[in-house]
């Protein structure tokens, strides 16, 4: 059956379509990481989003149990220049299509996804619609829609619930957060508490942890002001680590600004240097927003990471409190390990928080 994809300035793709046999409309993105398909489609920075795949194959190994970073499709709908017809790995359950034809997520496949993302990176990310049927009424539509800007409230926790363990205690808030920032602490041993979104500080500092850290998470920062006076309060009296939307939101707690990126970061081979060390690892990203580094001259904020290829910035520090973010994901799932040593940064500066705090 055929299907289209049909773009906000006026282009059309056509392919065929599989999954879920339903239209929609959403932000069109693309990612370029050659595998990892399971852990992006379910990954929550993606809500709302059609999610372009630049690898041309897709779905080879199928869908397994483990890979998953939220319950289920966080994208709105997918599109692939090809999707697999057979699968073959031990640990699949099904094939890629099957899942997205049960999980109630439509996608395409037969695009030309490198004539889409030459266009996405010409133009910028868009508007777009996934249709079965090109009509006056699709175009006009995606003229006059706008789309949501409630993706935080709309993926974050509706409670407060624990991943538990005996060590040490950290308060994680939800903005969209993947389940491998859980699973990256929880071979450390970290009992974790997670908060809504819309958590406040005391709440938070009620619990008594020993630290806390600000998940990733879809859309717009500005969409999440009232975080921003939650993260103010608590980076004064705990240790606190933040990521991607997280590490955005901390940013603007201490007076930066963030910007829409063009096109985003998306994909898993983004080269990113440690300015302080001139380390360099290549990590997972997944993001459309980005910190305007010449806002953060004046503030208390100095800049610990960059981007190699277009500088922008992938870490920040407090010069007066044991807090820090980055922009990347340590976790990656997908993508290099190359930055999971930040978790354990993050557990030493709780470490030497409390034995300050103990010989004061």
């Given at each position: ?63 397994n149990r483990d890979d998953f970073e939220s319950f289920k499709p966080a994208a709105s709908a997918i599109v692939t ?280």
């Amino acid at each position: 059956m055929q299907r289209y994809l049909v773009l906000e300035n006026g282009s059309i793709y056509e392919g065929e379509a599989f999954g879920a046999p339903k239209s929609i409309i959403g932000e069109l993105v693309f990612n370029t990481g050659m595998s990892g398909y399971q852990e992006s489609i379910t990954d929550l920075s993606y809500h709302g989003q059609i999610l372009t795949f630049t690898y041309p194959l897709i779905g080879n190994y199928g869908i397994n149990r483990d890979d998953f970073e939220s319950f289920k499709p966080a994208a709105s709908a997918i599109v692939t220049h090809e999707i697999a017809r057979r699968s073959s790995n031990w640990r699949a359950n099904m094939s890629l299509a099957e899942w997205a034809e049960k999980m109630d997520l439509p996608g395409i496949t037969g695009v030309d996804t490198r004539a889409l993302t030459k266009e996405l990176r010409s133009y910028g990310v868009m508007k777009a619609a996934l249709v079965d049927e090109v009509t006056d009424e699709v175009l006009a539509n995606l003229k006059t829609v706008v789309l949501s800007t409630e993706q935080v409230k709309e993926v974050t926790t509706k409670s407060t619930y624990v991943n538990p363990t005996e060590g040490v205690s950290i308060a994680m808030i939800d903005f969209g957060l993947k389940n491998s920032i859980l699973r990256s602490l929880a071979r450390r041993g970290v009992n974790v508490e997670v908060f809504p979104a819309d958590v406040d500080a005391q709440t938070i500092l009620d619990t008594n942890p020993d630290g806390v850290l600000l998940s990733n998470g879809p859309g717009d920062p500005e969409s999440v002001e009232k975080a921003v006076a939650t993260i103010r309060t608590l980076q004064e009296q705990l240790p606190l680590m933040g990521i991607c939307l997280g590490h955005q939101l901390f940013a603007m707690a201490n007076g930066a600004k963030t910007y829409k990126l063009k096109f985003g970061h998306r994909g898993f081979n983004h080269a990113v240097r440690n300015l302080k060390t001139g380390r360099i690892d290549f990590t997972s990203q997944n993001h459309g927003y980005a910190v305007d580094p010449a806002s953060i001259a004046g503030t208390d904020l100095e800049i610990t990471h960059e981007e190699i290829n277009d500088h922008t910035v992938e870490g920040v520090r407090l010069k007066k409190h044991a807090a820090f973010s980055v922009q990347f994901h340590p976790d990656a799932a997908p993508g290099p390990h190359d930055a999971e040593y930040l978790f354990d940064e993050f557990l030493e500066m709780i470490a030497n928080e409390k034995e300050h705090t103990e010989n004061a």
